[in-house]
């Protein structure tokens, strides 16, 4: 239809399978999965897309925020070498999420609604 998520949008189908508690799906994914294998299943830049960083946070695109956190300029795979609670600390001071975790969440319920759509 639109673009391709390259098996984002499976992998989301397979998460929602069973009827209830979707979300609570995709918290599960987020809260299993450490850092790497959660950005090799969904790249950094679909998972918080232009459309949602500039709707929820000061940044245009994922490079500008990891510019701005002082993350290894455009290279999402760099998080993963920040520790969580220096990452948590740079997105509750720039943005209105608690953590990273928390901005991941909503950055996968709003790809998933949008692909829903």
Same mark, same amino acid.
């Given at each position: ?15 929602? %399978?069973? %009827?209830?508690?979707?979300?609570? %799906? *995709?918290?599960? +994914? *987020? ?7 959660? +950005?090799?299943? *969904? ?7 232009? !459309? ?34 220096? *990452?948590? !600390? $740079? ?10 975790? !928390? ?5 996968? !319920? ?5 692909? %829903? $759509?």
């Amino acid at each position: 239809m639109g673009f391709n998520l390259g098996g984002v949008g499976d992998m989301l189908g397979k998460l929602q %399978g069973g %009827g209830s508690g979707g979300s609570g %799906g *995709l918290s599960d +994914l *987020l809260n299993k999965l450490p850092m790497g294998e959660l +950005l090799q299943k *969904l790249p950094l830049e679909q998972l918080l897309n232009s !459309e949602f960083l500039q709707q929820h946070t000061p940044f245009k695109s994922a490079a500008e925020m990891l510019q701005k956190f002082g993350i290894g300029g455009s290279d999402p795979n760099e998080l993963q070498n920040v520790p969580p609670q220096e *990452l948590d !600390e $740079k997105v509750n001071a720039n943005t209105k999420f608690g953590s990273m975790q !928390e901005m991941l969440q909503k950055g996968m !319920e709003f790809m998933q609604q949008r692909q %829903g $759509k």
